[in-house]
DNA sequence: CTGGCGGATCGAAATGTTTCGAAACCGAGG
DNA sequence: CCTCGGTTTCGAAACATTTCGATCCGCCAG
C-alpha cells in the first residue's frame, strides 16, 4: 500500500498518486490555494503530513531561517534606544533572523490590537519584541493567544505575566549610584527623576532612597523631582536645585539624558563639576563616555538586553520551557570624572 | 531577425532561443546563478534588456499586499543614523511599508551581493536603501537587475548611476559654514575632517577651500587634519591643532560628532569656546542643540532625506521616471553660541 | 424536461527553477 | 606531446508552480 515510502524519492508526484491525485492538486495544497476542495485538501495533507514532505521552499526556510522579529519602539530617539537596538540587531543577524522595525509614537498605528497580531502572524513574524513601550493587556493577550512569543524590554507599565520582560537591576543600580555618592561624603543627594508613572524610574527612586535610608541620611522632599528622560527635563531640574536655599551637593539622575542636560545647566551657572557638584547618570551610554567631564553613570548592559531579549524569543519558539517570565540583568557602577567628595563648608 | 518582437508571447524561451542558449541559461542569468559565463550573461542580459522581459515574481510584486522595504546601514552608532532612520519610518509608516533593517558592520553577512538581492526579491521586497555603507557595482548591479528600486543616502563612494543616490548640499554647506567663520573676522581657521576617501567629506572641505579661497585666505596645509566621523577623531585633531605655533582660531569640523569631541578638548584646555576658539560642525543633530555652549552647525535635512529615500523608492515601483539619479537637499547654517569674532591680539 | 448560467473543482499543458552530469577547459607534471 | 585531476560552463531532465480550459453539479427560467 504504501507505495511512497517504496521509492526513496519524495516529489510531488509521489505524493499525488498516494493522495490519487495530480501533481498540479498537490502543489496548490502546499501553497494554500483555495481551489481545492476541503475533502481532497485533507486527504493530501494528510498523506503529507504521514510521509513528512517539505517543499523546496521549506527545506530552504530551515536553512537560511528566513524568519522575521517584530521589533516595536514607542519613540527612537536616543543613544539607549540605539544600543538596544543594536544588540537585537546584532543577536538576530547571527541567528539569520530579519528585522522588522517601527515605532509607535511618530505614526500612530491604525490598527487595533487583535489587527497588528493578525497581522504579525500572517506575514510569518516569529516574535514581537516591544521596547521601552507602553502596552496594552490586550495587546499582549492577542499576541499571547495566537502563539506569537513576546517579550517587552523596560516596559513603561509594570510587566504583565503574559510577556516576558527584560530589564536591569533598576533599584541596586540606583541603590549603588547613591551609595557612592553617600562614600564620596556627600549628605545633600537630589534625585532628578523620569517620568512618574514609569516603572524602571520608580525603582531607580526607590534604590535611591534605600541608600538614603542605609546611610541614616534624611530624605528631604524638595530634593526629589520628578520629569521626563530627556535632557530638557534635566534642565530644568537642575534650574530649580540651584534656586533652593539648601542647594543639593550631589545630583542622581534618572538617566543620562538627564545628566547631561543637569551638566548643561551647571555649566551655564558657572558651577564647577565635580569640584562644587557631583553629578551620576544612568544607561552608560556612550554619550555619558564622551561628555565633558566625562559622567559617572550606572551601566546597563543595553546591547547585552537586546540579545537577551532576541534570545528568548527563539528559545520560546523551540518550545523551551522558560525559567522565568522576568530577567533582570545586572548593572554596573561606572566611576569617571564627574564625582568627587563635596565642597568642604 | 528579431524573432522575439514577432511573436506576442515573452517566455524564457523566447528568450532562450533569441540569445542562443538554453532556458535554464536565461533563468540563471535573471537568478543570478554564478554558473553562467560573463559572456554569455551579457548577451543573455542585452537581449532581456531589449525586450523588457518581467519574471513573474517581478510582475505580481506591485500586486500584492503588504510591501516592505530593505534599510541597510554601515553601522547604526550616531545621532545622524537616527535621525535618518527616523525620516525612513515615519515615511514608511505613512506609505504603509513595512522596514526591514540590518547593520553590515557588526554582522558581516554571509551572503553575496546575488544572493542578498535575491533573498530580498523573494520575500516580496520592492526596495533598498542603503544609508551610509559602502557598496560594491557588483551589489547595485544585482539589485537592478532584478529590477529592485534601491537608493542610497550619503554614499561612502561615489554615487553610480545604477542607483538613485541622496545627498544634502555638503560642498555649499562646507562653504557656508567657512564664509560664516570668515565674516566673523577669522582667518585662522581649521578643517577637522572625516574619512579621506568618503565623498561627503571630501565635498565639506573642497567648500571650506572655496570659501578660503573665496576670502583671499591662503591655504595652510597644517589646518587641515584627516580623521573620521566619530568624536575621538575631534579629540585627536584639537590636540594636534592646539599643539601648533600659529594656533587656529576657528575650527571647521566634518560632521557633530567630531565637533563634540574637539569642544570637549578644548574644555579640558581650558580653553573657552566662543571668546577663545570658535567651533563650527555640521549635521545639525540634536546633540548640536543640547551641548554647552550649543554648537553652531550646518544642519542637514536628516529627516527629510530619510523621507524622500523613500519617496523615491515608492516612485520607481510605480515605473515613474525620475528626473534625476543624484538628489541633493539643501543645508543650512544654524548659528548658534560656539562661534563669535576671534579674540583680540 | 430542457437548456442555460455560474461557481466550484481539477488536471493538462505551459512555464519557470533546480539538479546533476557531460563536455570543455586549464594547469601541473611526466 | 600526453595525462590526470580539478574547475568552469552549459543544458537535459527532473521537478515545482501557474494558467487556463474542461468538467461537474446545482439552480433556475422557460
Redesign the pocket.
Known sequence: MTTVEQQG?L???AIAQEAG?????V??V??GRD??????RSRVMAVLARTGYK???QQRRNLTGRQAVEVVYDSLDSAYSIEVLNGILEAAGAADIEVVLSVTKRVPSRLTPEQRARRIVDEGRCGMIMVTSAFSEAQLDAFHRRGVPTVVIDPLNPPSGKAVSIGATNWAGGKDATSHLLDLGHRKIAYLGGPEGVECNQARLHGYLAALRAGNVAVDDRYILQGSFKSESGVEGMKKLLQLKDRPTAVFAANDNVALGALAEARRQNILVPEELSVVGFDGTYQSEESVPALTTVAQPLQEMGRAALRFILRQMRGELLDSRRVELATQLVVRESTAPPPGP
Do not use: G, Q, R
Open positions: 524519492k516529489t510531488l508526484a491525485v495530480s501533481v498540479p492538486t502543489s496548490k502546499i501553497n481551489d481545492v476542495a476541503a475533502e481532497t517543499s523546496p521552499v
